[in-house]
């Protein structure tokens, strides 16, 4: 008597790949949404240190920066190194009389986007506009 070898038919194997093919497709699209939001969580981050450094910078120097620059350059810097965003931009810091806003503008570094590109803006992160 002649027995039936041991194995996969193709169709079995085509079945199997295709379970795993979806599966991999659905981890993509979660772990894609887990980066966009590790990259918002260290852009909140960066603006608080950034926030930081400007009020330190105020109670040194009496007055807010002119502009981020200030922060990172001169003898009695804030910040080691020019801060870039989770997408390697600098951030930009808006100062509005005793007001400052801290933004980054999103993967694509120009105004405005939706999605990865959108602008994230420290008053929207942090909660308020920041008083320094």
Same mark, same amino acid.
């Not at 929207?124 to 320094?132: D, K, S, T």
């Given at each position: 008597m002649r /027995? *039936? *070898?041991g194995g996969f038919?193709?169709?079995e194997l085509? &079945?199997?790949v295709a379970i795993i093919g979806l599966l991999a497709g659905l981890v993509g699209i979660y772990v894609d949404a887990r980066v966009r939001d590790a990259h918002v969580e260290r852009a909140r981050v960066d603006m608080q240190t950034i926030t930081n450094a400007v009020r330190m910078f105020r109670l040194e120097q009496r007055r807010l920066p002119r502009d981020l620059a200030e922060l990172y350059t001169g003898e009695r810097r804030q910040l080691e190194d020019e801060p870039l965003d989770p997408w390697g931009n600098p951030y930009v810091l808006e100062? &509005? /009389?005793d007001r400052i806003e801290v933004i980054s503008y999103g993967a694509d570094g120009a105004p /405005? /986007? &939706? +999605? %990865? !590109? &959108? !602008? $994230?803006?420290s008053g929207?992160? $942090? +909660? *308020? %506009?920041? *008083?320094?």
């Open positions: /027995g *039936r *070898r038919t193709l169709i085509m &079945a199997v100062v &509005a /009389g /405005g /986007g &939706a +999605g %990865e !590109d &959108a !602008d $994230l803006r929207q992160l $942090l +909660g *308020r %506009e920041r *008083r320094p």
